[in-house]
């Protein structure tokens, strides 16, 4: 049994999302978020390593949050993991709102 190694609880979540990679651009959802990553529900073709951005609007400001990230594992026909890269503190702040907003704990 493979060994989780996620450093932060995560939540599941349920909200559409823009992802942009080397193979374009995607509106996707994203199904569970941490303040590390989260998990794209996505059949597009990606590969590990690859550099990712990630923008969401959150949902009581309408603000976009527009994120940094790489894709650390693949499950194809089902989706890929992301970890968020070169945060900011406000960032972070904003990863943390989304969470509790959400009804999770960051």
């Keep these: 049994m493979e060994k989780d190694l996620r450093q932060n609880e995560r939540i599941n979540i349920s ?8 193979s374009g651009k995607r509106e996707v959802r994203i199904s569970d978020l941490s303040m590390s990553g989260g998990f794209i529900d996505s059949i ?3 590969v590990e390593g690859e550099s990712v951005i990630f923008t969401v609007r959150m949902p009581t400001t309408g603000e976009w949050l527009k994120l940094n990230g790489e894709v650390v594992y693949v499950f194809p026909n089902s989706g890929f993991g992301i970890r968020f890269t070169d945060l900011t503190d406000e960032e972070q702040n904003l ?3 989304l969470i509790v907003e ?3 704990r960051p």
């Design 95 to 97: 990863i943390k709102q």
């Design 102 to 104: 959400s009804g999770g």
């Design 15 to 22: 909200l559409e999302v823009t992802v942009e990679f080397s």
């Design 44 to 46: 597009a073709p990606v």
